[in-house]
């Protein structure tokens, strides 16, 4: 084998020494759970009766059931992501998008750019669709022989999560461009004094930019890097492990022999309803007439807007009311980690907050040097976003302590915003909440790809550190 670059090596050494110890997402957040529920106590006074009240902050409505809704969005937006990858037209022009890689180091860096690509115009599209097309390159590396590690593509898949908050679904810059949204979460005294944050000045202010199109380019690099040469990665793994859903299996070209009783007449009426584009049109063209009706009404691209557009595009493509079906059930079949894992990160946060674990962790810098105050209010914004996982959330714990702390310094509350957004994405690498639907579309673990996301965090943090530090002189 030829000698390999350090970078590699480092991938290699890394993959298989994580993959030792990481436990299933489930694991993890059973053990986040106990860890919150005894720091919770403690914070009380460490008494039983302390105990008692963090059980009842935990399984309280604001708690472990906090986040049904959002558990169903997620959970139809991967059936109907699936769904809508299973479609010839969608297949198709995936995989051609794949062929566009001459090789395996380009076939992760496109993968890194696309995922990072479509995070930028929305976190949840590219969560999704990133993906897919991971699934897509695996499917072409193992088409075109190509010796490489499949969940290094699926890492590559979801390095967007990384750089999702500086782009155009951000919830906290979003959320500061009005003085209404902005005493939502600080009230009207210091929403006040900081006053409404235009888009120009934080999306598209010279911070911003620097951070977020560096990450944008810094993605396809750093995982290109990692990749060994055609031949030299010494535990290639191509194509998706065995039993992972496959966007192939659903499509609408299967034949209807290998779903219907063969007792039952192939081309009865109730066949022919059940084949006919008709219920295909009857639903699709009412679901895009509300989903413009959304859009026109400024309800923005939200996760139901871009659950409704999935639902008319999948149905649209399949083109039969029978291929649609059959294609989300293949998706819905994943959404088991989704149903498991978001109600106890729900539980997790009502006892961050109700216990003010949450704010003590977020004021631990509060009191830093202004030259430094960004730089680590991006650090314990990391650690928080372990436990409050949601950006909304984080930036209604988050936000009214550093943005106060910020004012006392003289900082700028742009900046200090923006460090509580980059703080939020950065640990999404180590986060296995948001990990649960591509690790149920691409079929992999997370002990597969946690040592190639925790390069990518590492290689990304210093960058956005290095942009605040430089930011604040």
């Known amino acids: 084998m030829p000698r390999l670059p350090p970078l590699v090596r480092l991938g290699l050494a890394v993959r298989r020494g994580f993959g030792r110890f990481t436990p299933d997402p489930f694991v993890v957040a059973v053990a986040m759970t106990v860890v919150t529920l005894v720091a919770g106590a403690l914070a009380l006074g460490g008494g039983l009766s302390d105990l008692v009240k963090v059980v009842r902050m935990w399984s309280a409505p604001g708690g472990l059931w906090s986040l049904l809704a959002f558990a169903g969005q997620m959970s139809l937006m991967l059936t109907l992501g699936t769904a809508l990858a299973a479609a010839p037209p969608v297949r198709r022009g995936l995989h051609a998008l794949a062929r566009l890689a001459p090789g395996p180091r380009s076939l992760v860096g496109l993968v890194a750019f696309v995922s990072c690509t479509l995070c930028l115009l929305n976190w949840s599209l590219g969560l999704v669709c990133g993906a897919m097309f991971a699934k897509t390159a695996g499917d072409e590396a193992r088409r075109r022989g190509f010796a490489l590690h499949y969940p290094l593509l699926c890492a590559a898949g979801y ?10 679904s951000g919830t906290a810059p979003l959320k500061a461009t009005t003085l209404a949204d902005l ?125 409704l557009a999935l639902w008319v595009l999948a149905l649209v493509l399949h083109g039969r009311p029978d291929a649609f079906v059959r294609a989300c059930d293949a998706g819905a079949r994943a959404c088991a980690g ?38 680590l209010t991006f650090v314990s914004a990391g650690v928080l976003n372990l436990f409050i996982p949601s950006g909304g959330g984080q930036w209604a ?24 957004a980059y703080g939020d994405q950065w640990t999404n690498m180590l986060q296995p909440f948001w990990a649960v639907p591509l690790l149920a579309i691409t079929g992999v673990r997370a002990r597969d790809i ?15 550190a290095g942009c605040l530090f430089l930011a604040s002189l």
């Not at 999560?161 to 782009?167: K, L, R």
């Not at 910020?406 to 200090?416: F, K, M, Q, S, W």
Request: overall charge negative; charged content about 10%; proline content about 9%.
């Open 159 to 168: 390095a967007g999560m990384m750089v999702w908050h500086g782009g155009l």
């Open 397 to 420: 714990v988050q936000g009214p302590i550093v943005m106060s702390a910020a004012l006392e310094r003289g900082v700028d509350p742009t900046h200090a915003m923006l460090a509580i």
């Open 450 to 464: 946690i040592g190639y996301c925790t390069l990518w965090m590492l290689a990304g943090g210093l960058w956005i």
């Open 183 to 307: 005493t939502e979460v600080l009230g009207p005294d210091l929403a006040a004094r900081v006053g409404p944050i235009a888009l120009g000045h934080s999306l598209f202010g010279g911070l911003n930019l620097a951070v977020t199109v560096g990450l944008w380019l810094l993605a396809p690099l750093v995982f290109m890097a990692l990749t060994p040469a055609e031949g030299a990665d010494p535990d290639p793994q191509p194509a998706p492990r065995s039993g992972s859903p496959s966007l192939s299996s659903t499509s609408s070209e299967t034949g209807p022999e290998e779903h219907v009783p063969s007792a039952t007449p192939p081309e009865g009426a109730l066949d022919r309803i059940e084949r006919s584009p008709l219920v295909v049109w009857t639903l699709a063209a009412p679901a895009a007439a509300a989903l413009v009706f959304a859009l026109e009404g400024g309800g923005g691209v939200d996760l139901n807007a871009i659950n």
């Open 338 to 375: 989704i149903l498991l894992l978001f109600p106890l990160y729900g539980g997790i946060m009502g006892v961050m907050k109700g216990t003010g674990l949450a704010a003590a962790l977020a004021g631990v810098f509060a009191a830093a040097d202004p030259r430094a105050f960004t730089t």
